[in-house]
C-alpha cells in the first residue's frame, strides 16, 4: 500500500548536516542529564519495598507522610499518588528479614488513623537482588548491541553495521535522556521497553539499508546520496504507515493503560519517534560520514558475481564429466 508517492527523490540527505547536529545536540544533553542527574532507580534495581494503598475516599496523603514519619522504621518513606486521588503507592528503601514478619500489616496499623482503605499490593526486592538485575539488565542491553553489530556485518558491509549501530546508541541515549528528564522510575519494565526500542528501530534501520543496496544497483548515478534519496523516498510509505500504527497503539496504551505501564509506554512513544527519525536522517547519513563508496562496491559484488559463474562454470563441467 503506498499512501506516498514521488515524482521523483526527495532531498533527505542534502540536511544531513543539520539533522545531524540536531541529533548530536540531543545526545550530548542526554549524557549530560546521566552524568548530572542519573537515573531514578525503581524497586526492581535499588531494592526496598512498594505498598499499594486504597482509600474510599481521596487519600490523605498529608496525614499518611506524618504517620510514617512518626515511626522509625518508616522514616524517609516516599509517598505518591498512584493513577488516581484514591490510591497511593508507598516505597520505604529498606526491606525486613524477619521471618513471617508481615510489613503490610505493620504498615495497616501505623496508618489506621488515616481513614479506611485496604493494602492492596506489597512487593519486595533484597538489596542484592537488585544489583543482580542492574547488572544482568546491562549485560542484556550490550549482548543485543553486539549481536547485532555481528548480525549486520555477515548480511551488509560493515560501514553498514557501525552505522546501525551509532543509530541505536542514538536512539537508547536520547531515550535515556527523555525518561532522567521526565523522572521516569527505571524498572524491569522499562529495561524491556529499551530492548523492544532497539529491535524496533534495527528493524526500521535494515529495511533502509537494503533499499540502498538495491539502489546502488538500480540508480545509475555513482553518488551515494542520489542513492540514499532515492531508497528512501521508496521506504517512505512503509516507514509512515508502520510508525503510525505503531505509534497509536502505544499512544492509547499510555492513555489509557493505567499507571502501571505508563512508564512502559513512554519509553515506547518516544523510541518509536526517534527509532523513526533515526533510520532516515542518522543510519543513512553515517554511510556517507564513514567513506562508503558505491563505485568500490559496485566492483567488490561484480568480482564476487564472477567468481560465482566460475565456480558454478566449473561445478556443471564436473557433473558432465568434463573434467
Known sequence: MEILKFDKPVGFMKNSMKFGIFSIILVLVSWGLLATKGFNYGIDFAGGTLIQVKYDTKAPIAKVREALSKTQEFKGANVTFFGSDEEI?????????????DIGDRMHTVIADTGNFEVRRVDMVGPKVGNELKEKGIMAMLLAIIG??????FRFEWRFALASVMALVHDISIVIGAIILFDIEINLDILAAMLTILGYSLNDTIIVFDRIREGIHSVKSPNLEHVID???????SRTTLTSLTTFFVVLVLYLFGGEIINGFSFTLLVGVIVGTYSS????????????????????????????????????????????
Open 230 to 236: 532515492d531508497s528512501v523516498t521508496r521506504t517512505l
Open 89 to 101: 503507592i508507598i516505597k520505604i528503601k529498606t526491606v525486613s528479614t524477619a521471618v513471617g514478619d
Open 148 to 153: 547485532i553489530l555481528i548480525y549486520i556485518s
Open 280 to 323: 532516515i536522517f542518522v543510519a543513512s547519513p553515517i554511510l556517507m560520514w564513514l567513506k562508503f563508496s558505491v563505485v568500490d562496491y559496485r566492483a567488490k559484488q561484480a568480482e564476487k558475481e564472477k567468481r560465482e559463474r566460475e565456480k558454478e562454470k566449473m561445478r556443471t563441467q564436473f557433473e558432465q564429466g568434463v573434467i
